[in-house]
Nanobody, 126 residues
């Protein structure tokens, strides 16, 4: 069982930046690939970014590529999402999640992730 707690959300103007954090309870955090997802009202949860256990590999949704950056600090059991040049369409609840063991690294479906945080709201005003 892994508990995840997101923080860092808030209200920001378009063009601004936010840094989200996701703290994990597991001692084996470094063994997990981690992902960030987001869900806007009336829409399905969508993949944003992922980072593997070794940090070397990252994946991004096309909509955030070049603006968002995922990173992790295994010593602190924390994964981050740096969000720059924010747009109103980035408004959503953002969730972090652990990759389900055995699931393909390239699978971006929410079902390929098992443990989830409670989410943090990000609102970008125009």
């Amino acid at each position: 069982q892994v508990q995840l707690v997101e923080s860092g959300g808030g209200l920001v103007q378009a063009g601004g930046s936010l840094r989200l954090s996701c703290a994990a309870s597991s001692r084996t955090f470094s063994n997990y690939a981690m992902g960030w997802f987001r869900q806007a009202p009336g829409r399905e949860r969508e993949f944003v970014a992922a980072i593997n256990w070794g940090i070397a590999n990252t994946l991004y949704a096309d909509s955030v590529k070049g603006r968002f950056s995922i990173s992790r600090d295994n010593a602190k059991n924390t994964v981050y999402l740096q969000m720059n040049s924010l747009k109103p369409e980035d408004t959503a609840v953002y969730y972090c999640a652990t990759k389900r063991p055995g699931s393909s690294w390239y699978n971006r479906e929410p079902t390929s992730y098992d443990f989830w945080g409670q989410g943090t709201q990000v609102t970008v005003s125009s």
